[in-house]
């Protein structure tokens, strides 16, 4: 069974310092990672996702991340973080490229705190 | 509309009540899903239409669950007999197509609390 990992229930980070949200999966196939964020009281927006070509993916708002096959990683970073930016964050993972739409997996999800 | 749209936002139910939440998804969006997200935790699946049909009901938790989407346009999720249990946002979030990797927008939420 597929499977999403975020291991930092909570990190904090300075405005303007570099940001590394980590994400491990476990599924059968390569599937669609996806990135969300989700700020309070609000639903979930989608920061970027990647199903192949170029291991490292563009989002929007300066997000970017790094698909590592060998170590099933789809860590999120930005290299300088706005106070904006505090909220939760959620790795997903989906059925592969041209398979029914179906359910995404989510992670337990990353806090962000940003300080001044 | 230009979103997902999620009605009521916040719902009180006392336990044993019955529930409905109403999804209004992006017009003409084939692919339709309902989350539960609980406190502190990352959404979790509950069910999937295509266009009417419903393809996928396996995270239903029971079968006090049901959803429906007649037309294959607004979605409605009841809950019936709620229990404190149910407590947690109920995401909807819909599709333009039919395959994996469309993008998938998810609406604000209705908040259950039972109590």
């Known amino acids: 069974a597929q499977s999403v990992t975020q291991p930092d229930i909570h990190i904090t980070v300075s405005e303007g310092a570099s940001l590394e949200l980590r994400c491990n999966y476990s599924?059968?196939?390569?599937?669609?990672l996806f990135w969300y964020v989700q700020s309070p009281g609000q639903g979930l927006q989608l920061l970027l996702k990647?199903?192949?070509?170029?291991?490292l993916v563009q989002g929007i708002k300066g997000f970017e991340a790094e698909f590592k096959r060998s170590q099933s990683s789809f860590n999120l970073r930005k290299p300088s973080v706005h106070w904006s930016d505090a909220a939760e964050y959620f790795c997903?993972?989906?059925?592969?490229?041209?398979?029914?739409?179906?359910?995404?997996?989510f992670g337990t999800g990353t806090r962000l705190q940003v300080t001044l | 509309g230009a979103g997902v749209s999620q009605s009521p936002r916040y719902k009180v139910a006392k336990r044993g009540q019955d529930v409905a939440l109403r999804c209004d998804p992006i017009?003409?969006?084939?692919?339709l899903f309902w989350y539960q997200q609980a406190l502190g935790q990352g959404p979790e699946f509950l069910t999937y239409?295509?266009?009417?049909?419903?393809?996928?009901k396996s995270g239903l938790p029971s079968d006090r669950f049901f959803a429906e989407r007649p037309e294959g346009s607004v979605s409605t999720l009841k809950i019936q007999r709620t229990q404190q249990e149910d407590s947690a946002v109920y995401l909807c979030?819909?599709?333009?197509?039919?395959?994996?990797?469309?993008?998938?927008?998810f609406g604000e939420g209705s908040w259950l609390t039972v109590v």
């Open positions: 979030a819909s599709s333009a197509g039919a395959t994996s990797g469309n993008t998938i927008y």
């Open positions: 239409f295509q266009n009417e049909a419903q393809l996928d």
């Open positions: 017009s003409g969006h084939v692919s």
């Open positions: 990647y199903f192949s070509g170029d291991t």
């Open positions: 997903a993972v989906g059925p592969p490229f041209g398979g029914t739409a179906s359910k995404l997996t």
């Open positions: 599924y059968g196939a390569t599937p669609y």
